[in-house]
C-alpha cells in the first residue's frame, strides 16, 4: 500500500469514528486519495457522500447539513484556487457557528519549491476564521503514522465541535504520488496495523463540553427575549412559562405560546412604545442582524444585556453586557403581569394593522408573499430564509405565530453567497418538508447550486424566488431616497432581466410561476424533488408600503394602549 493511499483511508476511517456521516467531495486529482477512501466508506454505508463540481457550492452545502445537524460535516478539494473557492463558507461558518471540517489537498513542499503547477499559499488559508489549522507532514512508510493520522483528526474535531463554540477547522493534506492505490501485484503490506480503536471508539476520547453548560440568570420583573435563529422554541418555551414577551427576527417562524410577539419587530419601531415599555432586561439568543430598532434598544445603556450562544461578535452595541452563557436559567425574581399584558395588547393591535394592510396592497408584495409562505407550510416544514428583503419580509409579515417550522438563515456575515447550496444541504438534513424563501439575486448568485453529478440523489426542496429583477433591498435603505434616484438603478437596482424558468430548465430543475395567491399555495403543496417557484413582484412601491405599514402600525399601537 502507498503512503498517501494509507493515510487517506486512516482519515476517513477516523472521520467517521468521530460522527462525521455526511461528507461532500469536489473532483480533482491531488485529493484522489481522499476521494477514492470517501467513496470506499460511502459504498460500505459508514457516511453519505455528496459530490459537487463547484467548490464554493460544495462548502455550503456543507455548511446547510452541519447548520440542520448540529455535528462536523466534512467537505474535501484539491490544491489551488479549488481551496480559495471553500472561504465564503468558511466565513459564514465561523461568525454562524457551525462545525465544519475543511480537508484541502495540496502538492508536498519539494513541488510548491519548484513552481509545480495548481500551486497556491494554503498555509492557513482562511486567517483568523477557522478555529484550527494543521498542514499534516506528508505520509512516509514507517511505523509511527498510524495514530499522528488519528490523532490529528481528533484535534480537528474537537476545535470543531467539542469546545465552547463550533466553527470551522482545517486540515491541508499534502500527497506525494502515486494518488491512487496500487494495483493488485504491486500492493504490498503496509509496515505497522492501520486499526483504530476497537469497537469503533474514536482514538481520542473527548469530553463533551456542552454537557454542563454556564447559565445566564435574569433578574428583572419587566425583561424582553430577543430570539434570533438556534433555541427560538426553547426561549419560547421558557418565556411562556416565565411570562416574559419573546420577539424573534425570523417573525412568527418558530415562535409559540401567549407570550409571543409576532409583530416584535414593529413594535420596537414605534419610539412611543419603546419609550413607555423599555425592558429592564434583554435575554438576547444568538446576534441579532436585522434590525436597526433591536440594535437601538441593546445600545440603550439603560439596558442590562444577558447573552446566550453569542459568536465572537458580541451583540453589545453599548458595551453594557451583563452576562453571557450557553444557555438560561430560572429567573430570580417573577414577571409583572401587567407588563406582559400591554405587550399583547400592543402585538394584537400590531399585527392586525399589518394584516389589513397587506390585504388592502396589491398582488404581490414581498411581506405578502412571506405571509402566505409561513401560513400555508405544512407542520414540521423546514423554511430557509435569504437574506436582505426575505429575511426582513418574514419578520415584518406578522403572521400568528408557528411553532411547528425549523427557521435556517445564513446570518453569520449575512450575505448572498451559497444559498442555494445551504437551502440543499439543510434539507437533505431534515425529515420532513423542505422550503426555501431567497430574493433573484440571492439566486442567481448561486444558481450553480442547481447543478448535480448523475446518481446523486438531491431533497425534496422547494424554493420560492421573490423576483424584482435586481436589488429591492436598496430601496429600503438611504441611498433608495428620491435625492438619489439618478444613480439608484445602475448601481443599487441593478436590473438584470434574466430568465429564471430559462436557467432553470438548463439545470432540469422544475419550474413555475405563481400570478396569484391562489397560485401560490397550490404550489407549495408537499411534492418530491427539487423544484423552484417564481413570484414575481414590482419594487418600486416597496419603499412606500413600508412607510404606509410603520404608520399604520403606529397609529393602531397608539389606539391600543390609550384604551
Known sequence: MNPSTAQARVLVDELVRNTVSHVVVCPGSRNAPLSMALYDAAEAGRLAMHVRVDERTAAFLALGIAARTGRPTAVVCTSGTAAANFHPAVLEADRAGVPLIVLTADRPAELRAAGANQVIEQDRLYGSAVRYFDELAVAEKRPGQNAYWRSQVCRAWNAAYGEWRSGPVHLNVPFREPLVP???????????????????????????FGAFPAFVVPSARCGLVIACDSGVRAASEWAAEHGWPIISETGAAGLSGDCAMTSGAWLLAVPEFVAAHKPEQVLCIGRPTVFRQVESLLADEDVEVLLVRPDTDWPAPAHNVRQVGQWFAEPTKPADPAWLERWQRADGAARRAVSEKLAEAPWPTGPGVAAELVDTLPPESLLVIGS???????????????????????????????????????????????????????FLHDINGLLSCSGEDLPDLTIVVLNDDGGGIFSLLEQGADEHSRSFERVFGTPHGSDIAALCAGYRVAHTRAHTRTELREALRPRRGLRVVEVVVDRSSRRELHAGLYEAVGEAVAAALRS
Open 388 to 442: 436582505s428583503n426575505p429575511t426582513r419580509d418574514v419578520a415584518l409579515s406578522a403572521c400568528s405565530a408557528r411553532p411547528d417550522i425549523v427557521v435556517h438563515r445564513n446570518r453569520g456575515v449575512a450575505g448572498i453567497d451559497g444559498m442555494v447550496s445551504t437551502a440543499l444541504g439543510a434539507a437533505t438534513a431534515h425529515r420532513g418538508p423542505s422550503y426555501a424563501l431567497l430574493g433573484d439575486l440571492t
Open 182 to 208: 496500487d494495483s493488485g501485484r504491486h500492493d504490498e503490506p503496509w509496515c505497522e496495523p492501520l486499526d483504530g480503536r476497537e469497537n469503533g471508539q474514536r482514538w481520542t476520547e473527548l469530553p463533551d
